[in-house]
């Protein structure tokens, strides 16, 4: 299975991955990149030459994807070669890897990987289910947006979407929620493996069913028991 080998691959250099958490330069959306995330880009990219060679490429460090025309039917690997740059630059172990396969517009296959917590779901992979109150939250809300929360939760903000997402689906979350809106490499392993364990996931407001998301906009994403 391509996601499997690619976790595979990226454990095996995961020592060299770490030694470049100090080579970080701000993008021009103030983000950070490293050159560890783009050595896991090239390490997917490598994996994708192999074993899927007619599929196209987006991964958040080719963006932004200007006068591409894309096709709903068509074939492509969606990347976010590390998800939590801030987190990973900054000696959080709280980071990941996503990756999600849409093939001649169907998806075939996602994966999660977390690897300094050595956390990792792919299609068809069985998970243990936990029931929480946990509310995980995104990054991006400020000071008013909190002061505006509903009680009945414990709140997390853990500036990791593979994180959180993954807690979501595995139930140690009771939701997640990212209201200002994301990427589709953020979101389209979480809302795939959400759909394969019968976890609620919302886009826009609307129950996700499968399709592809291009990188066209920012979605806003519910998942989690709690979204019902």
């Known amino acids: 299975m391509f996601c499997k080998t690619v ?3 990226i454990k095996e250099n995961l020592e060299e991955i770490l030694l470049l958490r100090d080579t970080k330069v701000k993008k021009e959306d103030d983000s950070y990149v490293s050159q560890g995330d783009l050595l896991v880009q090239k390490i997917i990219i490598e994996q994708c030459s192999e074993m899927l060679p007619a599929h196209k490429i987006i ?3 080719m963006a932004p994807f200007d006068n591409e025309k894309w096709d709903v039917n068509g074939s492509y690997v969606i990347i976010d070669p590390i998800d939590g740059t801030e987190n990973f630059v900054s000696g959080l172990k709280e980071w990941g890897v996503g990756v999600s396969v849409f ?3 169907r998806h075939t296959q996602s994966c999660i990987f977390l690897p300094e917590l050595n956390d990792i779901l792919i299609t068809g992979y069985s998970i243990t ?3 929480s109150r946990i509310c995980g939250l995104s990054s991006s809300l400020n000071k008013e947006d909190l002061m505006k929360l509903p009680t009945g939760f414990e709140y997390r903000i853990i500036g990791c979407s593979m994180y959180n997402m993954l807690n979501a689906v595995k139930g140690a979350y009771s939701r997640f929620d990212n209201v200002k809106g994301v990427n589709c490499w953020d979101i389209l392993p979480g809302l795939n493996l959400a759909l394969e364990h019968n976890v609620p996931a ?5 129950r996700y069913q499968g399709e592809i998301l291009f ?3 920012k979605y806003k994403v ?3 028991r709690g979204c019902e």
Do not use: A, C, L, R
């Not at 919302?202 to 609307?206: E, H, L, M, R, V």
């Open 103 to 105: 093939t001649e517009g």
């Open 7 to 9: 976790i595979d691959k």
């Open 129 to 131: 289910k936990f029931e």
């Open 222 to 224: 519910s998942i989690g």
């Open 59 to 61: 991964s958040e460090e």
């Open 215 to 217: 990188p066209v906009k």
């Open 202 to 206: 919302f886009i826009d407001g609307n």
